[in-house]
């Protein structure tokens, strides 16, 4: 099983700049695709970004220019830097994991999500 804790999000200002962090604890694991996504209210839940092991990274139109996703894969952990954020990125984050034990030749059989973490931009 693997475990997947968010944090760092908060209230801030349009223009603001906030930092999500996503890290995945698990044993004897491997992790193939991390990525963010999000959900406001009214909505379905939508690809923010996400990173592959191979250091590929696909951005939404909506956010690409100002949200950078980076990985620590030592640490199993992720991070979306989000900058001049405009009041329609207000929404619930979530993280993606997609992961496997470490024997696994692909890496990628299961895929967890984080409890999600509030980003609440003010116009």
């Known amino acids: 099983q693997v475990q997947v804790l968010e944090s760092g999000g908060g209230l801030v200002q349009a223009g603001g700049s906030l930092r999500l962090s996503c890290a995945a604890a698990?044993?004897?694991?491997?992790?193939?695709?991390m990525g963010w996504y999000r959900q406001a209210p009214g909505k379905e839940r939508e690809l923010v970004a996400t990173?592959?092991?191979?250091?590929?990274?696909h951005y939404a139109d909506a956010v690409k220019g100002r949200f950078t996703l980076s990985r620590d894969n030592a640490k199993n952990t992720a991070y979306l830097q989000m900058n001049n954020l405009r009041s329609e990125d207000t929404a619930v984050y979530y993280c993606n994991v997609h992961w496997d034990y470490s024997d696994s030749a692909v890496c990628t059989s299961f895929g967890s999500w984080g409890q999600g973490t509030q980003v609440t931009v003010s116009s």
């Open positions: 698990g044993d004897s694991i491997c992790i193939s695709e």
């Open positions: 990173m592959y092991t191979s250091g590929y990274t």
